[in-house]
C-alpha cells in the first residue's frame, strides 16, 4: 500500500486545489495504464461517489474524459445532490460517450436518500488507485476535509468496490429530464482556470475516526 496524501491543511485546501490534486492522481493512472496496454478491462473501470456533479472529484473526471476514452476507460457515477446549471446533463453526456452506445441514466445514479449523505465522496482508478475525501453531507472541498489517496492498495480498492456497489443499489435512476436536455448550457463549474457489501460501507468512515483533524 502506498498512501500518498494525508490530511491537508487549511491553507492548502479549497476547491480549486482539490481537483488539482485529482488531475495529479489521473496522471499517474494514465501512466499507469500505458506502461501495461495489456490490462485487463477490470484496469479500465472508473467510479465515482460524489455529493454532486460540481464536487472537485467529478469535474476533474469530466476535464478527464477525453484522455479517459483514449485509453478506454469506463465511467460510474452517484451523486447525493443533482446539481444545477445543466452539469449533470453535461457530465452524463461526457461519460456515455466513453462507452459505446451506453445511456447516461445507465452510468449515473442518484443517492436520494438522507442517509446515503453520510457515505463518504471516493474515486477508484482501476484496480489498485483509490481515493477517500469526505461524507457528503459535508461542502466538497472545505477545509481540513479528509483527503486520502491510495496507490498499490487492491484490498483497499475491493472495499471501496464493494461500498460503491451498495450504494449504487440502494441509489435511484436519475429523472431523465436531468440526464438530457435538448440544449446542455456550459457550466462554469467545469471551466479549467445486502449484508457483505454494507460492512464495507463504512471502511472510510474508520479512517475519518481515525484522523481527528478530519473534523
Not at 498512501?3 to 476547491?15: E, P, V
Not at 472529484?57 to 484522455?67: D, G, K, N, W
Amino acid at each position: 500500500m502506498n498512501l500518498t496524501t494525508r490530511i491537508h491543511n487549511k491553507k492548502n485546501n479549497g476547491a480549486e486545489t482539490a481537483r488539482t490534486r485529482h488531475d495529479a492522481f489521473y496522471a499517474q493512472y494514465f501512466e499507469q495504464l500505458a506502461r501495461h496496454p495489456e490490462h485487463p478491462m477490470e484496469g479500465r473501470k472508473v467510479s465515482i461517489i460524489a455529493c454532486s456533479p460540481q464536487s472537485p472529484v467529478a469535474r476533474a473526471t469530466f476535464l478527464q474524459s477525453e484522455t479517459l476514452k483514449r485509453h478506454g476507460v469506463s465511467v460510474r457515477a452517484i451523486f447525493s445532490d443533482l446539481g444545477t446549471d445543466g452539469t449533470l446533463a453535461e457530465f452524463g453526456n461526457a461519460i456515455a460517450g466513453l462507452a459505446a452506445a451506453a445511456d447516461a441514466r445507465d452510468l449515473v445514479r442518484w443517492a436520494r436518500h438522507s442517509c446515503l449523505r453520510e457515505a463518504h465522496e471516493q474515486l477508484i482508478l482501476g484496480t489498485d488507485m483509490c481515493w477517500a475525501g469526505d461524507c457528503m453531507r459535508r461542502p466538497p472541498g472545505k477545509c481540513n476535509s479528509l483527503d486520502i489517496f491510495e496507490n498499490e492498495a487492491p484490498q483497499v480498492v475491493r472495499l471501496a468496490g464493494h461500498a460503491f456497489d451498495a450504494i449504487w443499489d440502494l441509489s435511484e435512476a436519475v429523472p431523465l429530464s436531468r440526464i438530457t436536455t435538448a440544449t446542455v448550457k456550459p457550466s462554469a463549474a467545469y471551466s479549467i482556470g445486502h449484508e457483505g457489501r454494507m460492512s464495507a460501507f463504512s471502511f472510510l468512515k474508520k479512517s475519518e475516526r481515525g484522523n481527528p483533524a478530519s473534523h
